[in-house]
């Protein structure tokens, strides 16, 4: 099946930093890609979704200027966390969506999961 | 917008037994889809099952089948045979039938905890 991965898996850093989380499709063209976030023992919550080559549409109540999503090419979005404090760790979730070619259903794949402490 | 609930935030179930989570969604949609996703402790999400609500004939994949009742706004996941490996959150889904953009995304229950014992 599609592969999604993720980069980094885990990452700690210091309040007041910039952290930068990629999400790459590896077998296959994405042309929407999705990032969720997942407190302990909860649900995912959709942040935003990004469509390749232009803006990211941002869920309401996400801080756009925080959470900075970029998605320059088809296998390759990046969620940015701008001066990062405690509040943002959670676990950032990304999935990838293949191009639709004009038939049936497409799927939607999961990366594993980046999880953030921030100190 | 479209809600999902799931009113059991833990099941347990005898390995070999079956156990039915539950699942209600609120739309005003007459076509989309559903999903049932499986997190286990490593935090990847899985596809179990899928259902198109077009389809009146219920999904199966294995042990894993759903009971979709449409006018009632209900999906359940019913699981045969439970095995250890069982064990994970589970997540019931939906999406709208347009696939572009963000009308693709999903919106997720707040998820069911499945132990299995032996």
Not at chain 1, 14 to 25: A, D, L, N, P
Not at chain 1, 27 to 53: C, H, I, V
Not at chain 2, 19 to 31: H, I, R
Not at chain 2, 85 to 105: E, Q
Request: with cysteine.
């Amino acid at each position: 099946g599609a592969v999604v991965s993720q980069h980094p898996s885990r990452v700690i850093c210091k309040s007041g930093t910039s952290v930068k989380i990629e999400c790459r499709s590896l077998d296959f063209q994405a042309t929407t890609m999705f990032w969720y976030r997942q407190f302990p023992k909860q649900s995912l919550m959709l942040m935003a979704t990004s469509n390749e080559g232009s803006k990211a549409t941002y869920e309401q109540g996400v801080e756009k200027d925080k959470f900075l999503i970029n998605h320059a090419s088809l296998t390759l979005s990046t969620l940015t966390v701008t001066s990062a404090h405690p509040e943002d760790s959670s676990f950032y979730i990304c999935s990838a969506r293949d191009r639709w070619t004009g038939g049936g259903t497409v799927s939607q794949y999961f990366g594993p999961g980046t999880r953030l402490t921030v100190l | 917008a479209q809600t999902v609930t799931q009113s059991q935030p833990e099941m347990s179930v005898q390995e070999a037994e079956t156990v039915t989570l539950s699942c209600t969604y609120d739309t005003s949609e007459s076509d989309y889809y559903l999903f049932w996703y499986k997190q286990p402790p490593s935090r990847q999400m899985i596809l179990v099952i899928r259902q198109e609500a077009y389809k009146q004939q219920n999904a199966t994949e294995n042990r894993f089948s759903v009971n979709f009742q449409k006018a009632a706004k209900s999906f359940s996941l019913k699981i045969s045979d439970s095995q250890l490996g069982d064990a994970a959150m589970y997540f019931c889904a939906y999406r709208t039938s347009w696939d572009t953009g963000t009308a693709s995304k999903l919106t997720f229950g707040t998820g069911t905890r499945l132990q299995v014992t032996l």
